[in-house]
């Protein structure tokens, strides 16, 4: 939100769009007494070192303070941080963060003997000590993921050594997090008004939205000269964050980062190999859909810059965010009264921070503690894409509703893997009502084409960017290193490769890589292309009324991760270690772009 040109501080935001912190703590006084309350359960808990294996009932002992203090650390860290992210350039909460995360470094320092000292429990005595305690099959599951990761657990006191320099490793997202929310700036533009309007993060999409190409090439070299400029150290903050990932996978004997992240949700390396040849497979599909943008905009060269504006003509959908809400609660109907009585309460209990203001963080996330409700960060623009948002993290607002409600703390918490599927069948649900609900052929164009996007946006493009995680990683891996050119120069070519010879792929995009915060999460990306794959499954169920469909899909949602997430996708009838969903994925696509040729033949 804006007054003319201007972004409004924190203080001018009205409080019915910002979410109710307060129910989180009353009062930053509140959340120091429990960060020193923490502290002092931090300081006891080495009571239990060395002491696992007297009985069934310390062991129980152990693990009921360990969630204990786990949960009351996830409260003080998402307060912390959530108040930092209304403001990143607020000093108080920039320190409270800061304390934040060195009280967690403390929860793992302190609790790093439990995974090596259970594993040092014969397992005959485990199985005694579960004969003799019953309140330890709370922990079965627990339990099982550490002895399954056997192999990859050090000693005692290396495991307490890696907690420590856990701080460290978070160095490099950190200090991209400052960089690209508090301090970057790009100046100005001029918009189709011809009016001098600052560019920000939140607005670069806005404007390459713009009817005006001006202003679209505009947006897109301002940003990148920006990014451009700042090219080696960003390469550096990369370098490093790929080192330290490199760094844990060695130390815990993994062959590759990757293979260290999908571990700890149990994925198959080749469910990631898959998705890439799957969307390789299927890349004559996307150059359909340059030529078609080319084509419907009427362009001899279709840019990088020419991505985001609508390839239709005639439609200007503005909404505005109660419109945004009623529209999102019509379109998920199929859901049932029950999910959208929960939807409401959302919407009426301030879980939502609506506006941009001046320092807060980009983008828009769900987030939250075990024992509140969740809260959804958005910077909402009065367009359709802003309605997709809301459907999108009120879909991970309510996947961790559903997880909070029926799973104890330990499993509450679902893997990123399964992350993406609520909030991407929550958007498809949402396409699928407005398309079906118009009669107007060019607003029905206009979806299609939105829908289209989405699949450019999330199955090809994070694909993209999963293949550039795959091979950066890989150099650092094999003892190289990472500067600008080189991460210009793969990035620039896997747009080639992506996009096509119908595309004139511009120099400046060689600089994206430098603005993606999810890159500071490794191998986090995939999971959007595959949860999509998976999620256009679910929705296709659910709209055809299949048996059982919504109820299945509803214990998904309340399973957490008491069970490893290919097999919760199970529960909807989707198995993700097949090529199956993305390739049935693909074929909606193609479906739709069949029908977006044929109103336009």
């Known amino acids: 939100m804006a007054e003319g040109n201007q972004i409004i501080t924190r203080e001018q935001q009205k409080i019915e769009n910002t979410w109710a912190i307060e129910d989180l703590y009353k ?24 002491h696992l294996k007297d009985s069934g009932s310390r062991l129980l002992e152990m693990l009921d303070a360990y969630s204990e203090m786990n949960q009351l650390g996830e409260k003080i860290y998402v307060y912390a941080n959530q108040k930092l992210h209304e403001n990143t350039g607020n000093g108080k909460y920039q320190q409270m963060s800061g304390e934040s995360q060195v009280i967690m470094t403390m929860l793992n320092s302190a609790t790093a003997f439990v995974v090596p000292e259970i594993l040092g429990i014969p397992e005959e005595l485990l199985e005694k000590f579960k004969e003799e305690t019953s309140d330890l099959s709370r922990y079965e599951k627990f339990l099982t993921d550490i002895i399954r990761q056997k192999n990859h657990v050090l000693s005692e006191q290396e495991e307490e050594l890696l907690a420590g320099v856990s701080e460290v490793a978070q160095g490099p997202g950190n200090i991209f997090s400052m960089f690209n929310n508090a301090d970057i700036k790009f100046g100005d533009i001029t918009d189709e008004n011809g009016d001098i309007t600052r560019l ?89 859909y340059v030529e078609l943008r080319k084509k419907l905009l009427n362009l001899d060269e279709l840019h ?136 107007d052929r060019q607003e029905k164009a206009y979806l299609i084409n939105y829908f289209l996007d989405q699949f450019k946006s999330t199955l090809y493009r994070q694909t993209m960017f999963a293949e550039f995680e795959k091979a950066t990683h890989k150099v650092v891996g094999e003892g190289g290193t990472l500067n600008a050119e080189i991460l210009c120069k793969l990035y620039y ?97 193609e479906s739709y772009l069949d029908k977006l040729e044929q109103l336009y033949s």
Request: hydrophobic content about 40%; some cysteine; proline content about 3%.
């Open 304 to 439: 990088m810059y020419d991505l985001h504006v609508s390839m239709v003509s005639g439609v200007d959908m503005k909404i505005a965010y109660d419109q945004a809400k009623k529209i999102v609660l019509e379109g998920l109907e199929p859901l049932g009264d029950e999910y959208l009585d929960l939807l409401k309460k959302g919407f009426d209990s301030r879980w939502i921070d609506v506006y941009e203001n001046e320092g807060k963080r980009t983008g828009a996330y769900s987030w939250g503690a075990y024992g509140t409700h969740p809260y959804v960060l958005l910077n909402h623009q009065n367009n359709l894409n802003s309605v997709f948002t809301l459907a999108h993290e009120m879909g991970h607002a309510l996947h961790s509703y559903y997880s909070d409600e029926n799973q104890p703390y330990i499993y509450a918490g679902y893997k990123i893997f399964v992350a993406e599927v609520a909030s991407t069948c929550n958007e498809a649900l949402l396409i699928h009502h407005l398309i079906e609900k118009t009669e």
């Open 493 to 589: 070519n896997l747009n080639k490769t992506y996009y096509g010879d119908g595309m004139v792929i511009d120099e400046d995009i060689s600089y994206e890589w430098a603005r993606i915060p999810h890159f500071y999460t490794p191998f986090y990306v995939y999971q959007y292309a595959t949860g999509f794959s998976a999620a256009i499954a679910i929705s296709s169920k659910i709209l055809n009324g299949e048996k059982d469909a919504v109820e299945n899909y509803k214990k998904f949602l309340s399973s957490g991760s008491s069970m490893d997430p290919i097999d919760l996708l199970k529960l909807c009838g989707v198995d993700m270690t097949r090529p199956e969903p993305v390739d049935e994925a693909l074929k909606v696509f």
């Open 200 to 288: 920000t993060q939140g607005r670069y999409i806005s404007f390459l939205e713009s009817k005006d190409r001006n202003v679209r090439k505009e947006a897109f070299d301002t940003i990148y000269a920006s990014y451009k400029s700042f090219q080696n150290t960003l390469a550096a903050t990369f370098d490093a964050n790929a080192r330290q990932a490199a760094f844990f996978a060695k130390t815990r004997k993994y062959d590759s980062a990757l293979a260290a992240a999908l571990d700890d949700s149990n994925i198959p390396i080749h469910v990631y190999d898959n998705l890439i040849e799957a969307v390789h497979k299927n890349i004559n599909l996307m150059y359909r």
């Open 27 to 50: 009062t930053d006084e509140a959340w120091g007494e429990d960060s020193r309350q923490l502290e002092k359960m931090i300081e006891d808990f080495t009571a239990f070192r060395g």
